[in-house]
Nanobody, 125 residues
Framework: QLQLVQSGGGLVQPGGSLRLSCKAA????????ISWFRQIPGKEREMVSC????????YYTDSVKGRFTISKDKVEKVIYLQMDNLKPDDTAMYYC??????????????????WGRGAQVTVNS
């Protein structure tokens, strides 16, 4: 059974760092692209970053460019989101999601149907 198990998150002061992890079970990262989304209650879900299954171009939403880094460990089947210089506007529930790699941009061409349970990130002084 395909699963995504998330860990990480928490409370951090502005300017601080956190790392989110998403471990894949039941599938290989060579076949699936992975994305990180975030959502604030009452607002639409936003894609933060994504990786294709074939090491294609990485996507970051503009507001996190230069501060967040997505990466993956193919052997351990873990996807990371390193978040540095965090801002209060980054406060949200963060979800990882997986989609079968179909070519093209992971931001626009992938159908994310497998989801982690979410991790709360709160940036507050």
């Amino acid at each position: 059974q395909l699963q995504l198990v998330q860990s990480g998150g928490g409370l951090v002061q502005p300017g601080g760092s956190l790392r989110l992890s998403c471990k894949a079970a039941g599938f290989t990262l060579e076949a699936y692209g992975i994305s990180w989304f975030r959502q604030i209650p009452g607002k639409e879900r936003e894609m933060v970053s994504c990786l294709t299954n074939d090491d294609g171009p990485i996507y970051y939403t503009d507001s996190v460019k230069g501060r967040f880094t997505i990466s993956k460990d193919k052997v351990e089947k873990v996807i990371y989101l390193q978040m540095d210089n965090l801002k209060p506007d980054d406060t949200a529930m963060y979800y990882c999601a997986a989609a079968l790699g179909v070519g093209g941009s992971c931001a626009t061409h992938y159908d994310y149907i497998y989801w982690g349970r979410g991790a709360q990130v709160t940036v507050n002084s």
